[in-house]
């Protein structure tokens, strides 16, 4: 009876740890196929521009990141590998020069052709509940979901003074809610370091709020104003796209995303 246990514990081991390390080594040793290479440098604009060192780095989180996680086609989408490293990508870049899992909670992203409609409750005044659907570019859950509209993911850029990446922002939603909480604080390393954090994002999160109750033009998009998690996601997507003018007008909030991203986005040009 006792070796029948022992045998089945040696099964359990093996099958839940050691062969897939051995599996995810295996992918990691290969060479990184070229034309996947080829729709980084399309897809992902800062892959350009990186030293080779963080492209290596890039590349290795982008074949874990395709080797563990599943892609879904929605509503007739075909998944293709343009789909796919375009997405691991610029979700990995959120990842570099740090000691991090690659999403560990993460197993699947949901990809629908466009923009997706999702159905809320609302509470309206004599706390009436109606469903109404939302259209959405991306939703972050926390059962190990991600879901992305594919026209939004290649629309990403800096419009009317803004940066907007729906990649980048569901995997910042990740990364915050990695610590149990979706709340604007991912996982940090020290008591000290949540409370810079949350001076700083407490105070630029106020300063966006009263920027746009006075009407005025803001660098951080103004759906950060929805709530702190929000707040961190836009203000990633800044990070990622606009750093010259996030250090230039908010450097606190600069410094504490450096801090936690450990790459400096001004070097890649």
């Not at 599996?23 to 990186?50: G, N, W």
């Not at 963080?54 to 590998?81: A, H, M, S, W, Y």
């Not at 992305?148 to 419009?159: C, I, N, P, T």
């Not at 610590?179 to 604080?185: E, F, R, V």
């Amino acid at each position: 009876m006792m070796w029948a246990l022992a045998v089945i514990c040696v099964g359990l081991i093996l099958a839940f740890f050691v062969i897939p390390r051995l599996r995810l080594q295996r992918v990691l040793s290969r060479a990184f196929p070229s034309h996947h290479a080829k729709i980084l440098r399309r897809y992902v604009p800062q892959y350009r521009y990186m030293p080779v060192d963080l492209q290596l780095q890039l590349k290795q989180r982008v074949k874990q990141f395709l080797f563990e996680k599943t892609f879904v086609g929605c509503n007739g989408l075909e998944i293709t590998d343009e789909i796919r490293v375009c997405i691991a990508g610029r979700a990995c870049l959120l990842l570099l020069n740090r000691d991090a899992q690659v999403f560990p909670k993460l197993t699947h992203i949901l990809v629908y052709p466009d923009v997706f409609h999702a159905p809320r409750q609302q509470v309206q005044m004599g706390g009436v509940v109606t469903e109404v659907a939302h259209s959405l570019s991306g939703e972050s859950w926390s059962d190990g979901r991600v879901i992305l509209a594919w026209q939004e993911v290649m629309r990403s850029s800096v419009d009317d003074g803004r940066a907007h990446d729906v990649v980048i922002h569901e995997f910042a939603h990740q990364l915050d809610s990695e610590d149990g909480s979706t709340d604007g604080a991912p996982s940090l390393p020290s008591r000290r370091a949540y409370r810079d954090w949350a001076k700083v994002f407490s105070a630029e999160y106020d300063r966006l709020c009263q920027a746009l109750e006075q009407g005025y033009q803001t660098l951080i998009d103004p759906y950060g104003a929805s709530n702190p998690a929000e707040f961190f996601a836009v203000c990633s997507e800044s990070y990622f796209y606009q750093a010259d003018l996030l250090a230039h007008y908010h450097p606190e909030l600069f410094q504490q995303l450096y801090n936690y991203y450990c790459v400096d986005p001004r070097d890649w040009k």
